[in-house]
């Protein structure tokens, strides 16, 4: 492995345990969750941007390149949601805070189900009978698809399941 697969590997294992922190505090919004959060996000960007890097899959830009650029703008969109709740905050402007926290909340854990997927297609990548020797095929395509979509359903049910509690512990 070279030092931009260690690199990646090592971002994303911290991106899991931070992730899986964050998502486990109670309270949320304490300095323990913003600090975990921070972590978070700060391996997310690492883990991306080495992913932006990586070519040997398809040998140029490919479907997980995109799945990392869509994975930025969530972060992005995520953090920007929590500033946002923080100056509404101070502001006074509890409505308004509410609305970012809610935002932030279903940016942030959809970042983490993305990072769940990501890891379960990586390791289908990895499957002997998912990339075969001419290069990825369509079993390599059906197995990572399959994988993503079945996690990305389950986690939108759990997401949207655990909302009401999450965003009350959050004070929204």
């Known amino acids: 492995m070279d030092l931009l697969g260690a690199l990646h590997l090592g971002t994303a294992f ?3 345990a931070s992730g899986a922190a964050v998502l486990s505090l109670s309270p949320k919004g304490g300095r323990s969750h913003r600090r975990l959060g921070w972590v978070y996000v700060g391996s997310m960007l690492a883990l991306n941007t080495s992913a932006l890097m990586i070519y040997r899959l398809f040998g140029g830009f490919g479907p997980f390149h995109y799945f990392a650029v869509f994975s930025l703008l969530g972060l992005l969109l995520g953090v920007g949601s929590a500033i946002g ?8 402007d509890r409505k308004g805070r509410a609305v970012r926290v809610e935002r932030h909340y279903y940016w942030m854990t959809f970042s983490y189900a993305g990072l769940i997927a990501a890891f379960a297609s990586e390791a289908i990548t990895r499957l002997p009978a998912t990339r075969p020797a001419g290069g990825p ?7 990572v ?8 359903v ?8 655990s909302a009401r509690t999450s965003l009350a512990r959050a004070g929204a």
């Open 85 to 92: 709740a923080r100056k509404r905050r101070e502001a006074r």
């Open 14 to 16: 911290l991106a899991i």
């Open 145 to 152: 698809g399959g994988a993503t979509a079945v996690i990305m």
């Open 137 to 143: 095929g369509l079993s390599f395509a059906l197995a």
């Open 154 to 161: 389950i986690a939108t049910r759990w997401i949207k399941g």
